[in-house]
């Protein structure tokens, strides 16, 4: 699922609420550091939590749980706050670990590689695992392909 980030950008995965939940897919590094990220981008945008929430839709309440730490928002929320506040795309996602698709790039979907990377689900060791287990997958298929193939008359 994609959400608009702004008319030429989107963000994966979808699986918190507006507000967010602390239920969510995020650990709660990713949760410290959005936290972190979020409050540098206030303070250089000259704007409050309160102002935030205003310019979302949101109760103060679910910005300062995003602030502590406490909630996840959605990658649609995510991306608006990077809007209002002006910041570079990625700029707060990547703290959560969320991909940024360009749709002005034709459509690009994100490697295997790429998303295995990005899920904050997965651990190191998860990580390395499915990496291994794909790079297997398209050698052998690799080979298969270039294997002659026996006809029979």
Do not use: C, H, N
Request: a neutral charge; zero cysteines.
């Amino acid at each position: 699922m994609l959400f608009p980030q702004s008319e030429s950008s989107s963000l994966l995965p979808s699986d918190s609420s507006s507000e967010g939940s602390s239920r969510g897919v995020t650990t709660p590094e990713q949760r410290k550091a959005f936290g972190e990220a979020l409050q540098q981008a206030l303070d250089d945008a000259g704007m409050s939590g309160r102002g935030l929430a205003g310019a979302l839709g949101l109760s103060p309440t679910a910005v300062s749980k995003w602030l502590r730490g406490r909630t996840t928002p959605s990658p649609e929320m995510v991306a608006r706050a990077e809007g209002v506040l002006d910041t570079s795309p990625g700029a707060l996602s990547g703290a959560l670990g969320y991909l940024i698709l360009d749709a002005s790039a034709d459509r690009r979907v994100p490697s295997v590689a790429e998303a295995v990377k990005a899920d904050p689900r997965l651990g190191t060791k998860e990580r390395a695992v499915l990496l291994t287990v794909y790079r297997e997958l398209v050698r052998q298929y690799a080979t298969a392909r270039s294997e002659p193939t026996e006809q029979t008359s």
